[in-house]
């Protein structure tokens, strides 16, 4: 193929496809060089799918540079994920401004639009971390620069920027200390070279990169980060709970003062965009706060998600989104939505009119069903690590054939985003807070189809709020908990507000250790609901045990084919 000196339309366009295509190849990898023990969505994970709405916004809007160009900031603006996501949309949204009216798209004017790149990047964040992507870019496009200056033909400079920023990403460990211990380069700046693997891909035919299977941090190296992160006296990751992101309409004045706000409750502050609009990034402990700090200030957030990262775990996120992206035929044209044209949500036409009905979060196709036994008209997919956006719950909502509608969001994540929904309908929309699927379904037996939103908000919390909740699951890694030192492969057992309370080679004598946890005298009813990795041997087992253990306590098993928890309890 002839080497190129202009990077056109076309050529932009087949770059960011292939750098899409290159970074889901690669994507495993990139997530293992996280360094803290819980990951921030993942980094790979995160700039795919930032990526994939790059992508699918270029083919909606074929054309010359300018509408390429346009295409691919907003499909970056709208659709990037997590810290690493915005910062690239950042880094994307630099070089298609810049690109946007170029006359000529040789080596000196992509050279300036690295250096924009570069440069946006640091305007979006807060607090800028060297020894990060933003090194490995700023870095590359100062090579970029001198080498066009120099005279250097496009793939030649590109040569020369990429060597440097290999030479500046295997130097981002003498920058960053938590990178040393961890003994990895940082994830966001190996990210960002495939990109120049795919223009020179596109510019002169070099073969692009393959995977190459890192192992990533051992435990012992990750104990070292916990510890540096102690002793300096910085925030740990794992201190920050949680991941909150949404769009966000502001006037351009305001939005410095909007990111000095969420200085103050969190940190991982990334926020892009311009004319109104931006999408925002913070790792925080108040989630309230972080939503209402732009409000005040008189910006309107809407797509809001919230992350719980203690939870997320990123091989069990692509495992979930596999299981999810195959919905029914008869769903799929029902419904269109936010994932490609899938549905986010089910509808039980069957039922009659009513005058409220209840839209309720699943994260199985057996506690669907259940939910539709017990009266649910709505069933939206989400769940852990993977919550549902307001628009979707929004969509779900309108749908329903009723004017007041109860929402159950059966996650503490989801909560307020649920409680978006009213103020975005004309409907009446109360949120019973559930943080669980056995409190959803103690909920639901206090539901009264005829009875008003506000009266069934009030009774069905009630009713969620007196049940005792346990999860079981699998640990990815090891880590040290309250309840002793947990190993990768081990079975947890977790209760909301008390974190891992017991720990077990098995799942049954995890499953058994928990339910002496929250069983007490004066329980009448265990709901046992089994997931997807729950074996039948072990829950007739359990079921014998509670028999022998707690002869007072009925015990009820459900299906509910969830992935990641062979067992949810709740204890009425």
Request: with cysteine; net charge negative; hydrophobic share 45%.
């Amino acid at each position: 193929m002839p080497v190129l000196e202009q990077l056109g339309s076309d050529a932009l366009r087949h770059t960011l496809v292939i750098f899409r295509d290159t970074i889901k190849r690669h994507q495993a990898d990139i997530n293992k060089l996280n360094v803290y023990p819980v990951p921030d969505g993942d980094t790979g994970t995160n700039m795919a799918r930032t990526l994939d709405a790059v992508v699918a916004e270029l083919e909606k809007n074929p054309g010359d540079l300018e509408p390429t160009c346009d295409a691919i900031s907003h499909g970056s603006l709208m659709g990037a994920r997590g810290n690493s996501g915005v910062i690239l949309s950042q880094i994307l949204r630099g070089l298609a401004a810049t690109l946007k009216n170029a006359r000529e798209l040789g080596a000196p004017k992509v050279a300036e639009a690295l250096k924009a790149a570069s440069a946006a990047a640091y305007e979006s964040v807060l607090k800028p971390i060297e020894g990060t992507i933003l090194t490995v870019v700023r870095e590359t496009a100062d090579a970029a620069e001198r080498a066009a200056g120099d005279g250097a033909t496009l793939a030649a400079m590109l040569r020369v920027a990429r060597a440097a920023g290999r030479e500046s990403l295997a130097n981002t460990p003498e920058l960053l200390p938590v990178l040393k211990d961890a003994g990895v380069v940082d994830a966001g700046g190996a990210g960002f070279l495939l990109f120049l693997d795919s223009a020179l891909h596109v510019v002169d035919g070099e073969p692009l990169p393959e995977p190459e299977n890192i192992s990533g941090p051992n435990t012992e190296q990750l104990i070292a980060v916990a510890k540096r992160s102690a002793a300096d006296g910085t925030v740990d990751v794992s201190e920050l709970r949680y991941e909150v992101m949404f769009l966000l309409e502001i006037d351009d004045t305001k939005s410095r003062a909007f990111m000095q706000k969420w200085g103050e409750i969190g940190d991982s502050i990334v926020v892009v965009g311009g004319e109104g609009l931006y999408n925002c990034h913070v790792h925080t402990n108040d989630i309230g706060a972080a939503i209402e700090a732009p409000i005040t200030l008189g910006g309107r957030p809407h797509q809001i998600r919230v992350t719980d990262l203690f939870e997320e775990v990123a091989e069990e996120h692509e495992k979930r989104e596999a299981q999810l992206a195959a919905p029914t035929s008869a769903d799929a044209a029902a419904h269109g939505g936010p994932h490609g044209g899938k549905p986010s949500f089910k509808t039980h036409a069957a039922l009659p009119e009513v005058t409220c009905a209840v839209v309720a979060v699943a994260s199985g196709d057996g506690i669907a069903e259940l939910f539709g036994n017990l009266g649910v008209h709505g069933v939206v997919t989400g769940g852990q690590t993977l919550n549902p956006s307001t628009q979707e719950l929004l969509d779900a909502v309108e749908h329903m054939n009723a004017q007041q509608v109860v929402i159950l969001p059966n996650n503490k994540n989801i909560i307020p985003v649920a409680k978006q929904v009213d103020g975005l309908t004309k409907k009446e929309v109360r949120v019973v807070p559930t943080c669980s699927m056995p409190e959803a379904l103690a909920a639901l037996v206090a539901y009264d189809p005829e009875a008003s939103a506000e009266h069934n908000g009030g009774s069905m919390a009630k009713a969620a709020a007196a049940v005792v909740t346990g999860e079981v699951t699998t640990a990815v890694r090891d880590t040290k908990t309250d309840a002793g030192d947990v190993k990768a492969g081990d079975s947890i057992g977790l209760v909301r507000g008390d974190g891992v309370v017991a720990i077990a080679p098995t799942t049954f004598e995890c499953a058994t250790a928990l339910l002496e946890h929250i069983v007490t005298d004066d329980r009448e009813l265990l709901t046992i609901i089994a997931g997807i990795d729950a074996r039948a041997d072990v829950t007739e087992k359990i079921v014998a045990w509670v028999a022998e253990q707690f002869p007072s306590i009925a015990a009820e098993v459900h299906r509910g084919g969830q992935p990641l928890y062979p067992y949810l309890f709740g204890v009425e």
